[in-house]
């Protein structure tokens, strides 16, 4: 069975801080791999995804993931961020089959001025 | 507006009560999907419809009984649930259940007392 792993719970930066939030998956076959944010009081979104191709996946707000499919992880990345950017991020992974999005734990992302 | 329409947003109720969450999706679907979202925890998946037939059910105590009438509604029947059930309740759709894009409602806040 697929597994998803974000090793950090909650990250603290300033504002303009560069981000980097971990996700590893454990999954046999080919995948497919999802950001998905929950802004305080919003209902989850998706961020980005990966399906196949470039492995660097550019998404909404500046943010970017990137597949390693040798370390099987899907990193999310934002090089300056922003107070809006406070919110919960969450891994997601499903494979190509009939199969549903499994989730991670969520990392709660908080920016302060 | 999400294109998946969850009701009611927020919802308490007995042990002893009867009570359904319902799901609208006007995105033209063919998968829905139930999610717990509940505080320390990754979101569960409960069940899954495809094309109206219950394609997942994730070991989900018999308490909590889904329906989906057609491709665009879905509803989660509650019966003398405990209060460890209260949690955040996720409706999701997505074109087919193949490991595409899921879309989410806002939820309903669920609490048993």
């Known amino acids: 069975a697929q597994s998803v792993s974000q090793h950090n719970h909650h990250v603290i930066l300033s504002e303009a801080a560069s981000l980097e939030l971990g996700c590893n998956y454990s999954?046999?076959?080919?995948?497919?791999l999802f950001w998905y944010v929950q802004y305080p009081g919003q209902h989850l979104q998706l961020l980005l995804k990966?399906?196949?191709?470039?492995?660097l996946v550019k998404g909404i707000k500046g943010f970017e993931a990137e597949f390693i499919k040798s370390k099987f992880s899907f990193n999310l990345r934002k090089p300056s961020v922003q107070w809006s950017d406070t919110a919960e991020y969450f891994c997601a992974v499903s494979g190509t089959g009939n199969t549903p999005l499994v989730f991670g734990k969520g990392t709660r992302l908080s920016v302060i001025a | 507006e999400t294109g998946v329409t969850q009701t009611p947003r927020h919802l308490v109720m007995g042990m002893t009560n009867k009570k359904s969450l319902k799901c609208e999706q006007h995105l033209g679907h063919n998968a829905m999907y139930w999610y717990k979202q509940s505080a320390k925890k990754p979101l569960e998946l409960m069940f899954v419809?495809?094309?109206?037939?219950?394609?997942e059910n994730n070991s989900v105590p018999s308490r909590f009984s889904p329906e989906c009438p057609n491709s665009s509604h879905l509803f989660l029947h509650l019966h003398t649930l405990q209060p460890e059930d209260s949690a955040l309740y996720l409706c999701a759709s997505s074109q087919d259940f193949r490991g595409n894009t899921i879309y989410f409602g806002e939820g309903s806040w669920l609490t048993v007392v």
């Open positions: 419809y495809s094309l109206e037939e219950r394609v």
């Open positions: 990966y399906f196949s191709g470039d492995p």
């Open positions: 999954y046999g076959g080919t995948v497919n």
